[in-house]
């Protein structure tokens, strides 16, 4: 089991940015990945991106060249920098993972883009 915990959420305005962190409960190494995702009012959670235990990274193309997922192994902390951020962004941000028994969320934490 892990505890996924995410901060750094804010009001921004539109063109601005932020950082999110994801700090877990135990190694985020024992993992195949680590990812974050977002879910607008009245939308589907979606997958904005992940990184692999490889290093490796994906992102969902509408965050792509704007987005950044890095990673923190001696903190297990994974991070998500957003920029160019627009107001249709604003969500709920997801921490998860998932292991051979069971998928893991965080509480979110919200991002807000506004003038």
């Known amino acids: 089991q892990v505890q996924l915990v995410e901060s750094g959420g804010g009001l921004v305005q539109p063109g601005g940015s932020l950082r999110l962190s994801c700090a877990a409960s135990?190694?985020?190494?024992?993992?195949?990945?680590m990812g974050w995702y977002r879910q607008a009012p009245g939308k589907q959670r979606e997958l904005v991106a992940r990184?692999?235990?490889?290093?490796?990274?994906d992102y969902a193309d509408s965050v792509k060249g704007r987005f950044t997922i890095s990673r923190d192994n001696a903190k297990n902390t994974v991070y998500l920098r957003l920029n160019s951020l627009k107001p249709e962004e604003t969500a709920l941000y997801y921490c998860?993972?998932?292991?051979?028994?069971?998928?893991?969320w965080g509480q979110g934490t919200q991002v807000t883009v506004s003038s």
């Open positions: 998860n993972t998932r292991d051979a028994w069971d998928e893991y």
């Open positions: 135990r190694s985020i190494l024992s993992f195949n990945a």
């Open positions: 990184i692999f235990k490889s290093g490796s990274t």
